[in-house]
């Protein structure tokens, strides 16, 4: 299983109040420790004012390993979001990467954390 995320996850600005376009380097083939087969990506609504997850249930997006971008779809106007990201072998799933991005009013934020 891979002993580091994906690298440089860049979140953009919305091009849409429903979509947030989402990339990364890939693993460093020295750290993925095995063949990797797909990545992984989390995103779950947040509130804003306690950093506490809205609306139940993360989704996710499973993606072969050869994909290193994908268009986060039918989300809620508005809102910012986590947004994960990791890779697996079939061992395990590696460590993720994480950053947070989303519109509120007038104002996009791509939040590295």
Partial sequence: MPNLPPQ??????????????????PIPPQNVCGVLLEY??????????????????????????????????????YTVYKIEVWGATRKGEGPSATIFAGKMSNYCYPINC
């Fill in 40 to 77: 992984r990506v989390r995103y779950t609504p947040m509130s804003l004012v306690d950093g506490t997850e809205l609306d139940g249930t993360p989704k996710e997006k499973v993606l072969p390993a050869g994909n290193l971008s994908t268009t986060l779809k039918n989300l809620n106007r």
């Fill in 8 to 25: 440089d996850l860049v979140a953009q600005n919305h091009t849409s109040l429903s979509t947030i376009p989402v990339s990364w380097r």
